[in-house]
């Protein structure tokens, strides 16, 4: 067992193996530009792109040409909704969100607010969960755009992605989902979740960082976004720039890797997560579940301890890799924003943890984790 154990898998995962092989030969031998169309290099670096975009598209069930890559579920979220926002903003400039969506849907969708857009943020009850009758009421005649993430990187709460799908096309409504966290820890079929447009990321699914995708639905006539960067015109003018070979092909490798067996996948991360939430609260009084009890991620735990600063009990932990809260969020806990959407009692703000399983941890892992909170959180508690 490597020490520190790591549980931080909402913050990145371990690249797998086989990914990394994948990759390699992309980096070296054959390095070409996959837009170089007059040799062999050349040829070799479009066709590893094609068969990754194709691998891209089966794990979400979406045909190839519905797929751009890009270099981070960052960049898909604000080339979708600043996009969305240039080409259609002068008829139709409403968008809506929710309060515990990440930075990189929030903040976008609140630049566009300082640019003459309407904003609605949502509101989200105990569990994290948005109100589907709230977000049909704020539907109006100027709605563009509707994004709400499929999973949040804090809590785990899974959205009702299909009804919100359903809600939005019966009121003719684009909707977009980050799918960052769901990808490779829940089903994610486009044609049975219905949304238009899907980010996902390489790194949150044992994939390499930097590299992400943007799943754009087919449809007659076809949606225009305004290109946000310009260049040599590659991924349909909305992503230009050399296509990063090597880290295109690691992605299609991890979504070829996380969609054999996903349920067999889901069953085990869930099961271990149970196990340790089970475990401490056997032991330990005080225990606080943040986020839905039934809609949320398989592999997450997020709790708060009654009496026991989160600070002080990593540093009794220090054989464990988990985190007090998003790694993007600040670094003071009193600015969880998304607990605090949560309308959490403030009192535990600072006395919660998040802890991310993947594929790869172990009973021997979670044993050890189990037995290491609980006595630090005893010794805590005692003095
Ligand atoms: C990690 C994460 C992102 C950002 O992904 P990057 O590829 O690091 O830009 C966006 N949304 C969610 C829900 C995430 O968990």
Same mark, same amino acid.
């Given at each position: 067992?490597?020490?520190?154990?790591?549980?931080?898998?909402? @913050?990145?995962?371990?690249?797998?193996?086989?990914?990394?092989?994948?990759?390699?030969?992309?980096?070296?031998?054959?390095?070409?530009?996959?837009?170089?169309? +007059?040799?062999?290099?050349?040829?070799?670096?479009?066709?590893?792109?094609?068969?990754?975009?194709?691998?891209?598209?089966?794990?979400?069930?979406?045909?190839?040409?519905?797929?751009?890559?890009?270099?981070?579920?960052?960049?898909?979220?604000?080339?979708?909704?600043?996009?969305?926002?240039?080409?259609?903003?002068?008829?139709?400039?409403?968008?809506?969100?929710?309060?515990?969506?990440?930075?990189?849907?929030?903040? +976008?969708?609140?630049?566009?607010?300082?640019?003459?857009?309407?904003?609605?943020?949502?509101?989200?009850?105990?569990?994290?969960?948005? @109100?589907?009758?709230?977000?049909?009421?704020?539907?109006?005649?100027?709605?563009?755009?509707?994004?709400?993430?499929?999973?949040?990187?804090?809590?785990?709460?899974?959205?009702?992605?299909?009804?919100?799908?359903?809600?939005?096309?019966?009121?003719?409504?684009?909707?977009?989902?980050?799918?960052?966290?769901?990808?490779?820890?829940?089903?994610?079929?486009?044609?049975?979740?219905?949304?238009?447009?899907?980010?996902?990321?390489?790194?949150?699914?044992?994939?390499?960082?930097?590299?992400?995708?943007?799943?754009?639905?087919?449809?007659?006539?076809?949606?225009?976004?305004?290109?946000?960067?310009?260049?040599?015109?590659?991924?349909?003018?909305?992503?230009?720039? +050399? %296509?990063?070979?090597?880290?295109?092909?690691?992605?299609?490798?991890?979504?070829?890797?996380?969609?054999?067996? %996903?349920?067999?996948?889901?069953?085990?991360?869930?099961?271990?997560?149970?196990?340790?939430?089970?475990?401490?609260?056997?032991?330990?009084?005080?225990?606080?579940?943040?986020?839905?009890?039934?809609?949320?991620?398989?592999?997450?735990?997020?709790?708060?301890?009654?009496?026991?600063?989160?600070? %002080?009990?990593?540093?009794?932990?220090?054989?464990?890799?988990?985190?007090?809260?998003?790694?993007?969020?600040?670094?003071?806990?009193?600015?969880?924003?998304?607990?605090?959407?949560?309308?959490?009692?403030?009192?535990?703000?600072?006395?919660?943890?998040?802890?991310?399983?993947?594929?790869? +941890?172990?009973?021997?892992?979670?044993?050890?984790?189990?037995?290491?909170?609980?006595?630090?959180?005893?010794?805590?508690?005692?003095?």
């Amino acid at each position: 067992m490597k020490l520190p154990v790591y549980l931080d898998n909402h @913050s990145t995962t371990r690249v797998d193996e086989k990914v990394v092989e994948e990759m390699l030969p992309w980096f070296s031998e054959n390095f070409g530009n996959p837009s170089s169309k +007059t040799h062999p290099y050349g040829w070799a670096a479009d066709e590893a792109v094609k068969n990754a975009r194709r691998k891209t598209a089966e794990a979400l069930n979406a045909d190839p040409s519905e797929i751009i890559f890009t270099g981070s579920t960052t960049e898909a979220n604000n080339i979708v909704i600043q996009g969305l926002a240039a080409a259609y903003g002068t008829s139709k400039n409403h968008i809506i969100t929710v309060s515990t969506e990440h930075p990189s849907v929030l903040d +976008t969708v609140k630049a566009l607010g300082r640019r003459g857009f309407e904003v609605t943020i949502l509101e989200v009850d105990k569990t994290g969960m948005v @109100s589907t009758d709230e977000l049909s009421s704020a539907i109006k005649e100027n709605t563009l755009l509707v994004t709400v993430m499929a999973a949040n990187n804090e809590i785990g709460t899974i959205a009702p992605i299909k009804e919100i799908s359903e809600i939005c096309h019966s009121r003719n409504v684009l909707f977009h989902t980050d799918a960052a966290q769901a990808i490779g820890k829940m089903e994610f079929d486009v044609k049975e979740l219905g949304p238009d447009f899907v980010s996902i990321s390489g790194h949150k699914n044992h994939g390499p960082k930097g590299i992400g995708a943007l799943y754009i639905k087919k449809r007659k006539p076809q949606l225009r976004l305004s290109p946000i960067i310009f260049g040599g015109g590659q991924e349909k003018d909305l992503r230009p720039g +050399t %296509l990063n070979v090597p880290l295109i092909a690691g992605l299609g490798k991890a979504l070829e890797i996380s969609s054999g067996g %996903l349920q067999e996948k889901i069953d085990g991360m869930k099961f271990l997560r149970d196990f340790l939430y089970n475990s401490l609260t056997k032991e330990l009084t005080g225990i606080h579940l943040n986020g839905h009890p039934v809609s949320r991620l398989p592999n997450n735990l997020n709790i708060s301890i009654e009496g026991v600063s989160a600070d %002080l009990l990593m540093l009794e932990c220090r054989d464990l890799a988990f985190s007090t809260g998003s790694a993007c969020a600040s670094d003071d806990p009193s600015h969880n924003y998304v607990l605090r959407a949560c309308h959490t009692d403030e009192i535990l703000f600072n006395k919660t943890i998040r802890i991310g399983l993947s594929r790869f +941890t172990t009973r021997e892992e979670i044993d050890f984790a189990a037995a290491r909170i609980t006595e630090a959180v005893k010794k805590i508690r005692t003095v």
